[in-house]
């Protein structure tokens, strides 16, 4: 595929840009733990990360999921923030990306507050022009929807936009997008959902993005 007309980008964040799974990891088990639901393995957890949260807790328990979205934000709150360490290359791909002239943005699964102290923790924030995440929109991932509301705030198009995420609904999301999305192999998400996904491309670290957009 030729990415010469690619101008603007779309990050996901988990996996893509960061590792946080520590702190959702302890915020899970606080939530369980809450609503008198046992622990569950750091394992079992990955497994759902870049999933939507309540996807994870359904597979978990049968307890109310609004409670345990409480008292999961309550902990989330400080875990998923101090937890968060930038992927290898992460920094270093941001920063070159944003200096070659690419318009940076992320789509998550993540809440807002958590996308903004994490630029703010490793300096994005003047790199990176637009972010959304889970409470600004009504559908998470695999629906389309916060990278279609990213290709509108960056004036982007389908030709000139590309989606680069780890897990098959990032994939999933960026075709129902109509958008080109390069997959970065992850720890995250299930054995093999990657691949069957179909991404448009797929590299071992994100780094190589630095040799394939120009």
Do not use: C
């Not at 990050?11 to 606080?30: K, P, Q, R, Y």
């Not at 949260?53 to 400080?78: G, I, N, P, T, V």
């Not at 300096?123 to 991932?141: C, E, M, R, S």
């Amino acid at each position: 595929m030729n990415f010469d007309s690619i101008k603007n980008l779309i990050f996901d964040l988990d996996g893509t840009l960061i590792d946080s799974s520590e702190g959702v990891i302890e915020a899970t088990n606080f939530g369980l733990r809450a609503i008198g639901d046992k622990e569950r393995t750091g394992d079992e957890i990955k497994k759902f990360i870049g999933h939507p949260l309540k996807e994870m807790f359904d597979s978990f328990s049968k307890e109310s999921y609004s409670e345990f979205w409480d008292h999961f934000q309550f902990r989330a709150k400080e875990s998923v923030v101090a937890s968060a360490i930038a992927l290898d290359g992460a920094d270093r791909v941001v920063r070159e990306l944003s200096a070659r002239g690419y318009n940076l943005s992320i789509g998550t699964t993540k809440i807002r507050i958590h996308i903004e102290k994490i630029m703010q923790k490793y300096g994005w924030t003047d790199l990176i022009q637009f972010y959304a995440g889970a409470d600004d929109v009504k559908n998470v991932k695999p629906h389309p929807e916060v990278f279609l509301q990213l290709l509108d705030k960056l004036s982007g198009s389908t030709s000139n936009t590309l989606v680069i995420g780890d897990t098959a609904n990032d994939v999933y999301a960026a075709h129902r997008a109509s958008l080109p999305i390069i997959a970065v192999k992850s720890p995250f998400g299930r054995d093999g959902d990657l691949e069957i996904s179909n991404p448009d491309l797929m590299i071992e670290r994100l780094d190589d993005l630095l040799d394939i957009l120009k």
